[in-house]
Each structure stands twice: as C-alpha cells, then as structure tokens.
C-alpha cells in the first residue's frame, strides 16, 4: 500500500528569463514500511522533490501539475493549518546537515521536548522520559544524562541521531532522509543506516531516501527511483534494478561505480543540463550513447519492462 503517491508532479521556477520548468511529469509510490531511494546526480531535483512531498517549496517555486496523495489527501491543495498537523509529526525530514536543524542555544533535551510539546501534546514527566526513551532507541549512549548536552557535545554522527529521535519521539509514518550520511564518515554512515533500516522494521515507517551513492540503496534500499534533469527515467524493486537495469542512464551510472579495485571508472560523457536550458525529447539524449532520431524529437513514455519495473527509453 502507499503511504505517498507522487502523480505527475511538474514544478517550475520564476526566473529573471521567465518560468524555468524543474520537475516534468514525475510519478512515484513510497510503500508502507518500505524504503524507496531516490537517486540521481546533484541538480537533478531530488531535494525538490522531496520539499514538494513536505510543501517547503522556495517563494520562486509554482507547482505547474500533478499532486502528491498522503493518507488519500493531496498535500498540495492542504491549507497551512493543516500542514502543521503533517509536518514533523507524520512526515519527518533527516536533512543533510543536522546542524541546520538543531538549534546551537539549546539543549538538545530541550529541543526534543519542544517538538514532543508541540506534535504529540505532552508536558512535564511524560514529555521527559518519552525524549529518553527516543534518544535511546537511536543508541545514544547514557540518554537521560545526554539530555542536557548542547548540539556542539555532540559528534556529526550523534546530532543526526538526534534528528532521528525527534521524528521517532512524533512517530512519524514518513522519514525524508535527504543524503542523510553525506558529511558524516563511512563507519558512522553504516550506523546511520542500519539504524534507519531498524527502525522501519520495529516501526514499520517509511523512508524516501534522497541519495546520490547506489553503494547505499543497493545495501539499503527496497525500490528504487532515478532521477534525471527533473525526469523519472526507471522505477524498478531494488533486487530487479540491480539484476536488470535498462534505461541507458542507469546503466551508464552503474558502470561508473567502482567493482574491483584497479580497474578504470568509466564517466558519463557531458554534463547534466541546468535549469536554464531548453531540452527536446528524452532529456538524456545529448549523452546518450544510443541517441537515436526520435529521441531528440519526442519525450519518451515509461514502458513497462519487467514486474513493477518502469523505464522511460524509446530502445525498451
Ligand atoms: Fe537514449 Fe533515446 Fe533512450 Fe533517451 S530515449 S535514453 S536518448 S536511447
């Protein structure tokens, strides 16, 4: 079942040259207990994406179609009030830099206690030992005693814990985890993400995993999306899309991660298009190896290419 269905979501900006279109057409589900990767190059409208999900959208932003369903609603068309009622307490962000979330003059106690005043309506004793209980469940060592430790006593790997503590002290259904481990090292990444993986099976929460690193959604990931200049281009469970990938964007990006040490990285010739240029047909086409006549001409439609498995190619 999903808990969030992006249907056709396009997006464009108001620029000095005009209205410059961001996001085109995009679809996607976020399953129940699941966690979907959304994955794509920096630039290519993930991070967009996921704000449209949580209606945090720059002034400049104007949905230009589509709607994206939660709990049967369109979160786009809900009213300030009621998006209050959404936010942190029923979908969660993780964003990159937890230091952009956590306030610098406040205990994180504090902090946690805040958001369990204003999300779950609890004060005094049972505000308290639900913040505890939260910091414990993502293993912060001596939790009652870390509750009055400034965000700066924490370690990178600690304050994105505590990111994750707020969201779980609200219960949220949904966890945006936009490039969670992105600044934090490799070992506490792996941390970070079996925590999340825990998390989602005790709780049975969803995760919209924002990342760039198909290392981590082929450990992590149950789906999978990618991303291409504000383009879905294949959708796929993440056991097919490793066995089979099709569109030729994928496999282009899957040949430039490293399999065995010494061998050459094959690159994607090109750069991905700002939002400044105007692209005809498949927007993948300027680097596409397999560029054919048509697919400068004509925006190729998702085809179906296995079980629940899409790819937006003219050659599938
Ligand atoms: Fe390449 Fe054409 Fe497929 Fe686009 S539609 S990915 S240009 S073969």
């Given at each position: 079942m999903a808990i969030i269905d992006v249907k056709n979501l396009s997006l464009g900006f108001d620029c000095e040259c005009g209205l410059r279109q961001a996001l085109f057409d995009v679809s996607f589900k976020l399953e129940k207990g699941k966690m979907l990767a959304l994955v794509g190059e920096s630039g290519c409208g993930k991070t967009m994406t996921a704000m449209s999900i949580?209606?945090?959208?720059?002034?400049?932003?104007?949905?230009?179609?589509?709607?994206?369903?939660?709990?049967?609603?369109?979160?786009?068309?809900?009213?300030?009030?009621?998006?209050?009622?959404?936010?942190?307490?029923?979908?969660?962000?993780?964003?990159?830099?937890?230091?952009?979330?956590?306030?610098?003059?406040?205990?994180?106690?504090?902090?946690?206690?805040?958001?369990?005043?204003?999300?779950?309506?609890?004060?005094?004793?049972?505000?308290?030992?639900?913040?505890?209980?939260?910091?414990?469940?993502?293993?912060?060592?001596?939790a009652r005693e870390r509750m009055s430790a400034y965000p700066h006593e924490f370690s990178g790997g600690m304050k994105q814990r505590a990111i994750i503590a707020m969201a779980l002290a609200c219960n949220a259904e949904v966890i945006i985890a936009d490039e969670p481990t992105t600044a934090l090292d490799v070992t506490i990444q792996a941390q970070i993400m079996n925590l999340l993986n825990e998390i989602k099976k005790e709780t049975d929460t969803s995760i919209l995993l924002i990342t760039h690193d198909l290392a981590l959604v082929s450990e992590n990931a149950d789906n999978v999306a990618v991303m291409y200049a504000g383009r879905i281009v294949e959708r796929a469970s993440a056991e097919e899309f490793f066995l089979n990938p099709k569109h030729p964007y994928t496999l282009a990006l899957l040949k430039s991660l490293p399999s065995n040490y010494g061998e050459k990285l094959e690159t994607i010739f090109g750069q991905p298009p700002s939002i400044q240029q105007d692209?005809?047909?498949?927007?993948?086409?300027?680097?596409?190896?397999?560029?054919?006549?048509?697919?400068?001409?004509?925006?190729?439609?998702?085809?179906?290419?296995?079980?629940?498995?899409?790819?937006?190619?003219?050659?599938?």
């Open positions: 949580l209606k945090l959208l720059p002034k400049s932003a104007r949905v230009l179609g589509g709607e994206i369903l939660y709990d049967g609603k369109d979160i786009l068309k809900l009213s300030s009030r009621q998006l209050q009622d959404i936010r942190g307490a029923k979908i969660a962000l993780i964003p990159q830099d937890p230091m952009t979330s956590l306030n610098p003059l406040y205990t994180v106690g504090n902090q946690l206690l805040e958001v369990i005043k204003i999300h779950q309506g609890l004060s005094g004793d049972s505000a308290y030992e639900k913040a505890v209980e939260a910091l414990d469940m993502v293993q912060i060592p001596c692209i005809s047909g498949c927007r993948f086409h300027p680097r596409c190896a397999r560029c054919m006549d048509i697919c400068k001409k004509q925006i190729p439609q998702e085809f179906m290419v296995g079980s629940g498995h899409f790819s937006a190619c003219f050659l599938n």
